[in-house]
């Protein structure tokens, strides 16, 4: 069962940042949160994850509260390849198994 | 580096058919894992192979069973299909066991009529 709650859906404009809140209240303290996004009809695709600190790559940047129960996955400049939906994942490191939630329908606008 | 590719993309069956989708993973990965995707469901993991073995199974029914091979490509099975069992089918590989990152494939649109 997937541990974590994201809106249903949120509307982005284009070249603006887009903020993607993830509430895990039940995190324990050796899960890590992970975000994965899926495009229409394509397989997901990694986009980053964290633990504690938080976490920048060339696709977005994470930030995690101080008390770990909930984090933002930051888009910094929206385009409109980044429509699609996007999963927030607790899981352990050495969990193999991905339970994916209903995750957060993110549409950008030109 | 290639990516994940499975085959076929898409796939017409009959009810009572059985199916076999085929995995090849990054180069040097040697853990593939399987999913299904359908509106009502989500995402649901099947099963997960590396060097050979299934390491952990998902909640599904018999009817659906996979293995690996030694090159670290994957197949899974789908006996006595049902209408329900129409999904996308996803293959996800990763470098080994503990490093985290998953990578996936296109997926193998199914369709039972």
């Known amino acids: 069962d997937a541990k974590t709650t994201q809106p249903p859906s949120m509307d982005c404009a284009e070249g603006r940042a887009a903020n993607l809140p993830c509430n895990h209240s039940t995190i324990s303290g050796n899960e890590y949160v992970y975000w994965y996004r899926q495009i229409h009809s394509q397989g997901p695709q990694y986009i980053i994850h964290g633990l504690k600190n938080n976490e920048t790559n060339e696709m977005a940047s994470l930030i995690i509260t101080e008390d770990r129960k909930s984090s933002t996955l930051i888009l910094p400049h929206a385009t409109l390849r980044d429509t699609a939906v996007y999963y927030c994942?607790?899981?352990?490191?050495?969990?193999?198994?991905?339970?994916f939630g209903a995750g957060t329908t993110v549409t950008v606008r030109a | 580096k290639a990516g994940v590719t499975q085959t076929p993309r898409y796939l017409i069956k009959t009810r009572g058919q059985q199916v076999t989708l085929s995995c090849s993973p990054i180069?040097?990965?040697?853990?593939v894992s399987w999913y299904q995707q359908t509106p009502g469901q989500g995402l649901q993991f099947l099963f997960e192979y590396f060097s050979e073995t299934q390491r952990n199974k998902g909640n599904f029914p018999g009817r659906f069973s996979g293995r690996q091979f030694s090159n670290s490509r994957s197949e899974m099975n789908v006996s006595t299909l049902e209408l329900g069992d129409s999904a996308l089918y996803l293959c996800a590989s990763s470098l080994d066991r503990v490093f985290g990152e998953q990578y996936f494939g296109p997926g193998t649109r199914l369709t039972v009529t």
């Open positions: 180069s040097g990965h040697r853990s």
């Open positions: 994942i607790v899981r352990t490191y050495d969990d193999y198994k991905l339970s």
